[in-house]
């Protein structure tokens, strides 16, 4: 990565997970980029994992900016205590707001929504369509499936090898600071040596 990265997505979900180790890797995450002056771009809930990281970089005096469509304020809480909550007319302008205000984007444990976001900005990679860095936080293994779903579309000759490199695995809140700042990546195992 050559530029510092001053601004990340999160994406993650709008429940809070079936463990309370959900929420700690979320307010972790959170926390850091506050203490590192990482402004947090995320889809404005004020629920589930998604409230918990904004909270989290709020408390520890960072800068997060959501962006929620109109029709969701209710039903994902929209966050009233953020630095700026964008309210947008749809989730495809959610999605494209918050692509253009980030950097990087990270994906901690979530759901449907957050399945759909992470494939999107792979693919939107793929295409050519940015060469933003997209980092999954493997948290528990939560990320196993999808890795083994990724590796099982490749080995039936549906997505070329390269796929594997449009993203990277990490397994802690360190190592994704590492690779914000910059750091080398052979210091994390990434996807294509996971095995
Ligand atoms: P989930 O991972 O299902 O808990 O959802 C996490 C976030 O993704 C929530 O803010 C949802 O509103 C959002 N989301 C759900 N479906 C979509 C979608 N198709 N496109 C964009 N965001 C979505």
């Known amino acids: 990565m050559s530029q510092v990265i001053k601004s990340v997505c999160v994406y993650c979900g709008a429940s809070t997970g079936a463990s309370p180790t959900f929420l ?8 850091a980029l506050g203490e590192n002056g990482i402004r947090l ?24 900016v959501g962006v ?11 966050h009233r205590g953020l630095t700026e909550l964008k309210i947008v007319d749809s989730m495809h302008t959610r999605k494209r707001m918050m692509f253009d205000l980030s950097q990087a984007f990270i994906v901690l444990p979530g759901g449907m929504g957050t399945l759909d976001e992470t ?18 936080v493997n948290h528990d293994d939560y990320w196993d499936p999808f890795l083994d779903l990724v590796d099982h579309v ?7 090898s390269a796929t594997r490199q449009l993203f990277s695995v990490v397994g802690s809140v360190g190592r994704l600071l590492d690779m914000l700042e910059g750091e080398p990546q052979t210091r994390e195992p990434s996807y294509p040596e996971r095995i």
Request: proline share 3%; charged share 20%.
């Open 41 to 64: 771009i995320y889809g404005g809930g004020g629920i589930g994992l998604m409230g918990a990281v904004a909270d989290a970089t709020l408390a520890a005096g960072g800068q997060v």
């Open 154 to 160: 490749i080995d039936n000759g549906f997505a070329r």
């Open 24 to 31: 700690k890797i979320a307010t972790d995450v959170g926390r």
């Open 119 to 136: 494939f999107e900005i792979i693919t939107w990679r793929q295409l050519g369509m940015h060469d933003k860095p997209i980092i999954l």
């Open 68 to 78: 929620i469509p109109e029709h969701l304020q209710q039903a994902e809480l929209g």
